[in-house]
């Protein structure tokens, strides 16, 4: 079993900064990618960014130039520093890590952290 748990939330003015942390844990032979989402309430779940096991990034275009993606492999851990933010950023922010345990190769989500953006 896997878990991925997430910290980092919370309010912030418009032109804040907020990091984000996603530990994941348990029965972990390697991690593939990572990846932060995000839900807006009324909207799908989209892609914010992703990095793989060589820290190749890949981001959404409304979040480039403001966010980083970036990954402790030692630790499991991937983060997401969101520097510039603005209201529509509001969210519930997920964490994703394409695990590698026991042979198989599996998706995992934590639970999700809000971010609120005040203007």
């Known amino acids: 079993q896997v878990q991925l748990v997430e910290s980092g939330g919370g309010l912030v003015q418009a032109g804040g900064s907020l990091r984000l942390s996603c530990a994941a844990s348990?029965?972990?032979?390697?991690?593939?990618?990572m990846g932060w989402y995000r839900q807006a309430p009324g909207k799908q779940r989209e892609l914010v960014a992703t990095i793989t096991s060589g820290s190749i990034t890949n981001y959404a275009d409304s979040v480039k130039g403001r966010f980083t993606i970036f990954r402790d492999n030692a630790k499991n851990t991937v983060y997401l520093q969101m520097n510039s933010l603005k209201p529509e950023d509001t969210a519930v922010y997920y964490c994703?890590?394409?695990?590698?345990?026991?042979?198989?190769?599996?998706?995992?989500w934590g639970q999700g952290t809000q971010v609120t953006v005040s203007s």
């Open positions: 994703n890590a394409i695990v590698v345990s026991l042979s198989l190769e599996s998706p995992y």
């Open positions: 348990g029965s972990i032979f390697s991690i593939n990618a």
